[in-house]
C-alpha cells in the first residue's frame, strides 16, 4: 500500500493566479508559507519558513481565486506531484507541488479575535508554546459550549 498526502496550514504569499485550460477546466495557482517555531539546544529560538506551491482545479480553483488574497490563512489537502521540463537553455527543471484535493479557508482577518462572523463556523485552536515544559505544548480550546441539537447527526 502507498500514500501520497500532504495536509499544510499556512498563508497565502500572493494572489491566487486563475487560468482556465484548453478543456474548459479552470486551474488556481496559489503559494502558502508555512513556518516552524522551536528552541535548540541551546535554549535560542529557531525558525524555519517553507513556500509550498499548490495548484488546484474546477469549482475550488473558481473559489479560491473569489475569495481568497494575499496573507489569508488556508489549510491544503492534497498530493505531492513532481513535473519536469525542457528550459530554453537546455537544462532540465523541476518543480514540486502540491496538487489539491481540498482547500479550506481560515478565518478572515479584521474580525474580533480572529474568528469569522458567519455562523457555524469552526473556531480556531491555537498552540500555546510560552513557558511549556521539555517542549510539550497545550492546545487553548474555545469556551463555547456546543449544543448537542447544533449536530447534524
Known amino acids: 500500500m502507498y500514500l501520497n498526502k ?12 486563475i487560468k482556465a485550460l484548453p478543456s474548459g477546466v479552470t486551474l488556481a495557482t496559489i503559494g502558502v508559507a508555512t513556518n516552524r ?12 519558513t517553507q513556500f509550498h506551491n499548490v495548484v488546484v482545479f474546477g469549482v475550488q ?42 482547500v479550506q479557508f481560515g478565518p478572515k482577518s479584521g474580525t474580533p479575535g480572529g474568528a469569522t462572523a458567519q455562523a457555524g463556523a469552526v473556531p480556531t485552536v491555537t498552540l ?8 510539550l505544548k497545550s492546545i487553548n480550546y474555545p469556551e463555547e ?7 447534524p447527526f
Do not use: F
Open 6 to 17: 500532504v495536509i499544510i496550514i499556512g498563508n497565502l504569499t500572493r494572489d491566487p493566479e
Open 37 to 48: 517555531v522551536w528552541k535548540d539546544k541551546n535554549g535560542a529560538k529557531q525558525e524555519d
Open 61 to 102: 480553483a473558481d473559489n479560491v481565486g473569489r475569495y481568497l488574497k494575499k496573507g489569508q490563512a488556508v489549510m491544503v489537502e492534497g498530493r505531492l506531484q513532481t513535473r519536469s521540463w525542457d528550459a530554453q537553455d537546455g537544462q532540465k527543471k523541476y518543480r514540486t507541488e502540491i496538487i489539491a484535493d481540498r
Open 128 to 135: 500555546d508554546t510560552e513557558g511549556a515544559d521539555n517542549d
Open 145 to 151: 459550549k456546543i449544543n448537542p441539537e447544533d449536530i
